[in-house]
């Protein structure tokens, strides 16, 4: 349970997995239990497919972390942990059948394996579940931040399918996409580790705040590197949001300085999503002539500095340092 | 507020939508305004589709029904009134993308105006608005019925798509699935306007056989309807099970009776789906030679026994005539 020594070397969310391998393994325990059913054995074999695929279970090392370092000794904040992978576990079933996938984490899809019947049946029961078991803690004000951050991600979600196309989409726009799509359980992760370990008011706050930061930072970082990041090269991971025509944030800033002849080709490409061979390659050129890149790296830098600032609140703990050495690790992947 | 004297001849859940037309008028309010978004405006188009196109509102009566009965004087019931029909409304949009469906309530379908992808998020987001609301009413224990509820829900379509195809289904399957996919959510309707009115543990137990008795009937004479009922004519909403292949209670019944080519001929269209012209009047044909619709029917009449039978443990009171009647009505419609 010491992070120190010689895994110092080792990535801060692998640290986190050392340091809470205890908690871990019993969040993991839970999650293979509370995803059977005795009567549709096609639950667990699309929920395996999904959940065995070796996430890096972020999320609920973010709830247990927050109640650890805040000394809570109890067991609930498993059933958070779990409650909180849960709900990412469906909404990644409903989005690979919003967004028409075909793989994720380098596997088919389960939409793809099954048929988008199962994806959407078997995410609304894992929603289901994540709700049995936080109504298992008996915690209002944690049932109350989780229905509040489930409201928000399927808003973020039916935003961005009417934003995501629309060159009119701004900044501010984008950011509500993205706190709904990834920053709010993510803030909700951190801030029911708070309330579950009876935290002060200004404790609790504090850990939102980081969660949110650290969500927002993760998605813009995510969303450079879908065009190849800082090298700008184009990989296998490159220009799936392009393919999908959505507006992300490296586009919307080169959008809001394009010529007449780029505004054309955004048009094109992004509105009416009619892309043709080395679309791909010259968008990239485009956000490389306006700087797009770097300018949403800036952004993703002022997120994490906000995460660090929101720390600064916590009391000194190792699991604190863990987790200010994740938010520069995750912009870090850009730099 | 009286269902007595000239609305005498009326529908039961017309005669219950008169006695609890205050109750109403403030749960539709309830209903618009939290299907609302600031940030998205398709949820709101998308859930007026479905909302407004005038269901009959069963399931939000039944919670009104059960509290007033017990004599409740507070709101909490209109929030759980209105939860019941967003829950309802959510898996609706899920199971027209799901059955692949075209029309609902003589209407085209949310998935066929919009599109799949709208359908599945705002079907997540009105889940998450009723998750919401039921918090507002602070009760743990209805929480805790609803969630239960909405595993049984999912779990039971999720068995639907397996097991609907399958001829090795018997009624045991039918009667989990029917469960889940109807019942729950009805026998939770019940239950929850019990315990928010502070009912006794024997009374909300009454009230949740009398939602599950309800809703199995209720789901029983669908699936007769579905083949013509009683008259065994075929009309436009005749067949639709059929055609997507669900196994159904008329016909899990004709298979147990079946020939060895009565067999094929289910193993041909149902499990195989191979189906040609005349198919859908050659199933009603055998059906009508096992007597399978009229067993069906028996099967409704004796869940209309045990809902009379759960009315009988709550006290004499208006409404729970209403309830009563609405039982023998809604068998009444393959009589």
Redesign the interface.
């Known amino acids: 349970m010491d992070g120190s020594g010689e895994t110092k070397a080792k990535a801060p969310q692998d640290r986190l997995a050392d340091w809470l391998a205890e908690d871990m393994a019993a969040v993991n325990a839970l999650i293979r239990d509370r995803m059977a059913?005795k009567?549709?054995?096609?639950?667990p074999e699309v929920t395996a497919h999904l959940v065995e695929a070796g996430g890096k279970r972020l999320r609920p090392m973010l709830t247990l972390a927050a109640a650890r370092m805040l000394g809570y000794q109890g067991t609930d904040h498993q059933k958070l942990a779990a409650t909180v992978e849960f709900i990412h576990t469906a909404t990644l079933l409903?989005d690979d059948?919003?967004d028409e996938s075909e793989r994720r984490r380098g596997r088919p899809t389960a939409n793809l394996l099954w048929d988008?019947?199962?994806s959407?049946?078997?995410g609304?029961?894992l929603?289901?579940?994540s709700?049995?078991l936080m109504?298992e803690t008996?915690s209002?004000r944690v049932?109350?931040i989780l229905?509040?951050a489930?409201?928000t991600?399927?808003?973020?979600?039916?935003?961005q399918?009417?934003a995501a196309q629309d060159l009119a989409t701004d900044e501010a726009i984008y950011l509500?996409v993205i706190r709904g799509k990834t920053a709010a359980l993510f803030s909700a992760a951190t801030e029911v580790g708070g309330v579950i370990a009876g935290a002060p008011d200004a404790t609790v706050r504090a850990l939102y705040d980081y969660g949110d930061a650290l969500g927002i930072a993760f998605q813009i970082v995510d969303d450079i590197l879908d065009y190849g990041g800082s090298d700008a090269v184009i990989g296998k991971n490159t220009g799936d949001d392009f393919r999908e025509r959505k507006l992300t944030l490296p586009v919307i800033k080169a959008v809001a300085r394009a010529s007449a002849e780029e505004r054309a080709f955004w048009v094109r490409v992004i509105e009416k999503g009619d892309q043709r061979d080395g679309d791909l390659a010259q968008a990239m050129a485009i956000l490389s002539r306006h700087d797009a890149i770097s300018q949403a790296r800036d952004e993703a830098l002022a997120w994490t500095a906000r995460a660090r600032q929101a720390l600064d609140n916590l009391p000194v703990h190792p699991l604190r340092e863990m987790l200010l050495e994740l938010a520069e690790y995750v912009v870090a992947r850009v730099s």
């Open positions: 059913s009567h549709a054995p096609r639950i409903h059948v919003v988008n019947k199962s959407v049946l078997v609304d029961y929603f289901s579940r709700f049995q109504v008996g209002l049932l109350d229905a509040n489930s409201a991600i399927a808003e973020g979600e039916v935003l399918l009417t509500q």
